[in-house]
């Protein structure tokens, strides 16, 4: 079979959802399986070795509704992002990656979420194949749309992309890090991913001459609050590369993940793969993600991200069990068998 995939991806920015899409792309290319990758006009011309067939006129929502049902029928069409056509002559293969526009919706546009929520519920009952990414995300799935959860697939994700690229050491110079002197945060300003729960933690890293780095899109501002964590407790990096990322990975103390919802969670995985110890919020995908090779907190309560960095720094021995543990969790997780697992479904 040759198989559609759904290129809006490419018009979107770096996140979760299209480092999924981009990354599984590729490893089905990988495998042999024959595939047109379809966008719409102003994208790039081709996603590593796979060329980009531009196809249609429109942008958006309105080329995904119209343009590409008429480009990819009859073949199957897969949708990695969240979103595919209403109406298409072929099969449709769609994956979801979490229930956040229903479960948090403060994370959202009103008219995103709505939108969301008429396409996830819409799709399953015109004869689409849903697939997630975990366990989780199928169980808050089927109870917002209403399905069975057998009619649900899971598959995995991957975290390997982050070694690809050589890490990029001059990223510590650029913004003052020291080796071993910082914790990392990966984020966005979404509610859900809780960096405000990270206030104490800078207090607590700046008591001891550390500071908290901030990888990712986020106001300063969203520090501020009982731990007054403003000025030189913490260090706002704005968006890196994949090769400054795993140069912060690979120097940090660790990770902190305060997120109270994710679907999956690639930054843990991410940290793993780079023997970086990870803390995170025990809520969402992530724990089913990262088992007993992460520390954890609770997202909200009395054991907090402070907490398990006061353990982590006075704890003999305890980072090097977190790196131990986190490479060899990391290596159950990788983009070919996300791909096959996949293909697996679709046949």
Request: contains cysteine; positive net charge; proline residues 6%.
């Amino acid at each position: 079979m040759t198989l559609v995939v759904n290129g809006r991806f490419l018009t979107q920015g770096l996140t979760g959802v299209q480092r999924f899409a981009a990354e599984v792309t590729q490893a089905i290319a990988r495998t042999g399986t024959p595939i047109r990758l379809v966008a719409p006009n102003g994208t790039p011309d081709r996603l590593g070795d796979i060329p980009v067939e531009h196809v249609g006129t429109r942008s958006g929502q309105s080329w995904e509704q119209l343009d590409l049902p008429r480009a990819s029928n009859p073949a199957p069409l897969l949708s990695l992002g969240n979103t595919a056509p209403l109406r298409c002559g072929g099969k449709r293969i769609l994956v979801i990656h979490d229930a956040g526009v229903f479960d948090t919706p403060e994370s959202y546009s009103l008219a995103f979420r709505s939108w969301y929520r008429f396409l996830h519920r819409a799709l399953p009952r015109l004869d689409a194949q849903i697939v997630t990414v975990s366990e989780f995300s199928r169980s808050r799935l089927a109870v917002n749309l209403r399905l069975d959860a057998s009619r649900i697939a899971v598959m995995p994700e991957g975290g390997e992309h982050i070694l690809r690229a050589p890490a990029d050491a001059a990223v510590l110079a650029k913004h003052g890090l020291a080796p071993r002197g910082y914790a990392l945060a990966v984020g966005t300003r979404a509610a859900h991913k809780n960096l405000g729960a990270l206030g104490d933690a800078a207090a607590l890293l700046g008591s001891r001459g550390m500071v908290l780095a901030v990888a990712g899109a986020v106001k300063g501002n969203v520090f501020a609050g009982p731990g007054d964590a403003q000025g030189n407790a913490v260090h706002m990096l704005g968006r890196v590369t994949d090769a400054e990322l795993r140069a912060l990975y690979e120097n940090a103390l660790c990770l902190v993940f305060p997120s109270r919802y994710e679907g999956f969670g690639i930054p843990p995985l991410e940290a793993m793969w780079c023997g970086c110890p990870v803390l995170a919020a025990r809520a969402g995908a992530v724990p089913e993600v990262c088992a007993d090779a992460a520390l954890w907190f609770d997202a909200e309560g009395p054991a907090t991200p402070a907490a398990a960095l006061t353990r982590l720094l006075d704890e003999p021995g305890l980072a090097d069990s977190l790196r131990e543990a986190g490479r060899a969790r990391a290596a159950l997780y990788s983009w070919d068998a996300a791909a096959r697992r996949l293909l697996d479904l679709i046949r």
